[in-house]
């Protein structure tokens, strides 16, 4: 079975700050890493990874992947108070129609 | 765009009763929809995948006689729980795929979720 694991389960910190969220996972025959930022309703998408070592950057966020090590980390720098949310890592394999398999989050909370 | 909408937003029910719930993909058509449901500070858990004509394909442990899902149109998918009960009350969310994608991947969609009380 698909297994994902994020670390910290919670963080708290104050705004300006750069954090690193972390994400492991167990998968059998791996597609791809997804990461999804949720702040009260539906997720929405960050970032995709399939390669290794690739660096993704959006403005303040920025992820990368590990397929070696099985470990994804998702960095926020100069965070706002707009960050907090629950941050989602999501794993797809080859098998089984794409699914998503989620870990169980990290809730960031920026304080101002 | 790629706009998800779910119906209705909350709903609060007696125990035994049934509720359903609808996901449309509004600017999109989608073969394949999937449902969730969140627990209060956990993640989402996939409950089954839906695909248009065809049955639904559930999770392990996911009663399909309890959560009914019909995918009758290429933008509809409704999923009713029966025959509610208090340990059902969660937040459904359900996803939508859009139908013949040819990227390297086909992003799901996500609506706004429904939270479903039981009392």
């Known amino acids: 079975e698909d297994k994902v694991v994020q670390s910290p389960l919670s963080l708290v910190v104050h705004e300006g700050d750069t954090v690193t969220l972390n994400c492991s996972y167990e998968v059998t025959n791996f597609r791809s890493l997804l990461w999804y930022k949720q702040e009260k309703k539906a997720p929405t998408f960050l970032f995709m990874l399939?390669?290794?070592?690739i660096e993704k950057k959006s403005g303040r966020l920025s992820s990368i992947l590990d397929k070696k090590e099985l470990f994804s980390i998702l960095n926020i720098t100069a965070t706002q108070t707009g960050d907090s949310a629950v941050y989602l890592c999501a794993v797809t394999s080859n098998f089984g129609n794409e699914k998503l398999t989620f870990g169980t989050g990290t809730r960031l909370t920026i304080i101002p | 765009g790629a706009v998800v909408s779910q119906h209705p937003s909350r709903v609060i029910c007696k125990s035994g009763t049934s509720v359903k719930i609808e996901c449309r993909s509004l600017?999109?058509?989608?073969?394949?929809m999937f449902w969730y449901r969140q627990f209060p500070k956990q993640s989402l858990m996939l409950m089954a995948t839906?695909?248009?004509?065809?049955?639904?394909?559930?999770e392990q442990g996911v009663e399909k006689d309890k959560f009914l899902i019909n995918h009758a149109s290429l933008t509809l998918s409704t999923l009713t729980v029966t025959s509610a009960h208090p340990e059902d009350s969660s937040f459904y969310i359900c996803?939508?795929?859009?139908?013949?994608?040819?990227?390297?991947?086909?992003?799901?969609?996500f609506g706004p979720g429904t939270r479903l009380t039981v009392l």
């Open positions: 600017d999109f058509q989608a073969t394949t």
């Open positions: 399939t390669s290794s070592g």
């Open positions: 839906s695909n248009e004509g065809s049955k639904a394909t559930y």
């Open positions: 996803s939508a795929r859009k139908m013949g994608f040819e990227g390297p991947y086909n992003e799901q969609f």
